[in-house]
């Protein structure tokens, strides 16, 4: 059965963290529907590229405008099976805004699949549905899960945990083993 897929997004969202799922999971034939707030079909945000360089943390690059193809005030989770968060900047401020909050919120009180990967973890916090759940995100997030009453699967950087309906990995280099644990609870 082929899913209808809801990825919230913002301005310098991480480039792959965006731009992989959102291809990868249309070709294998899933609808996805990517929003953000503010912002209607057509518009564009800005990504940026994260890359892991032997720094103290990552570095930051201009990525590409990645076009969204559906209205965020017009997004009902309730006509969602599934949701995508990527990571990068955007979640630090998409964490803010109730709307959001109560969009993710719906997928975990509906025990729907749930995809959240780097930075993505912060929206997942702030939504409050990370208490008594693993959770995996980049190391610098690691408080923000504990914080909110969520484990911390501090795991390499090419892997991800599924803990239910939740699926989760540090970043980028885990797309492989996170979208194969994320098309398999599909």
């Not at 943390?57 to 997004?75: I, R, V, W």
Request: net charge negative; proline share 6%.
């Amino acid at each position: 059965m082929m899913a209808k897929i809801l990825m919230i997004t913002g301005d310098f969202t991480e480039d792959y963290e965006t731009m992989v799922p959102f291809q990868t999971l249309l070709a294998c034939g899933h609808s996805v529907d990517a929003v953000c707030p503010g912002k209607k079909a057509g518009d564009t945000v800005k990504t940026a590229i994260h890359d892991f360089e032997g720094d103290q943390t990552y570095s930051e690059k201009p990525g590409h405008n990645f076009a969204l193809n559906a209205d965020f005030s017009a997004a009902d989770p309730a006509g969602y099976d599934a949701l995508v968060v990527p990571g990068g900047r955007a979640p630090e401020y998409l964490r803010m805004n109730p709307d959001v909050l109560a969009k993710v919120k719906h997928f975990f009180d509906a025990g729907k699949p749930v995809a959240a990967i780097c930075h993505g973890a912060q929206l997942l916090a702030a939504a409050g549905v990370l208490k008594g759940r693993t959770c995996s995100a980049y190391p610098a997030c690691a408080y923000e899960v504990t914080a909110s009453g969520g484990t911390f699967a501090d795991i390499a950087v090419t892997e991800a945990v599924t803990d239910g309906n939740l699926v989760t990995a540090p970043a980028w280099p885990a797309h492989p083993a996170w979208l194969k644990q994320f098309l398999a609870i599909l």
